[in-house]
């Protein structure tokens, strides 16, 4: 059994920052795409950011230049720097885990940003 479990969510002042983690564990193996998804109250989920095997990243237009997502493969630990956070950056972050056959999810975590 496969577990995806994202932590460092909280309550944080605009300009402020936050560090992401998420830690997948179990029978997982050959991890080729890590990601992190946002959900903010009535939209849908969206990809903030992710990284590849080949450490390969890429970003939503809207996080480029404050965001930084990187990866422990040691660890199968996904981490997501957030810093200069905005109100807009509000809602439930998503870690997505794949490898060839497999597509992973955790329950997430929130993040809220205040003005």
């Known amino acids: 059994q496969v577990q995806v479990v994202e932590s460092g969510g909280g309550l944080v002042q605009a300009g402020g920052s936050l560090r992401l983690s998420c830690a997948a564990s179990?029978?997982?193996?050959?991890?080729?795409?890590m990601g992190w998804y946002r959900q903010a109250p009535g939209k849908q989920r969206g990809l903030v950011a992710s990284i590849t095997s080949a450490d390969h990243t890429s970003y939503a237009r809207s996080v480029k230049d404050r965001f930084t997502i990187s990866r422990d493969d040691a660890k199968s630990t996904v981490y997501l720097q957030m810093n200069s956070l905005k109100p807009e950056d509000t809602g439930v972050y998503y870690c997505?885990?794949?490898?060839?056959?497999?597509?992973?999810w955790g329950q997430g975590t929130q993040v809220t940003v205040s003005s």
């Open positions: 179990g029978d997982i193996r050959s991890i080729d795409f």
């Open positions: 997505n885990v794949r490898s060839v056959l497999s597509n992973y």
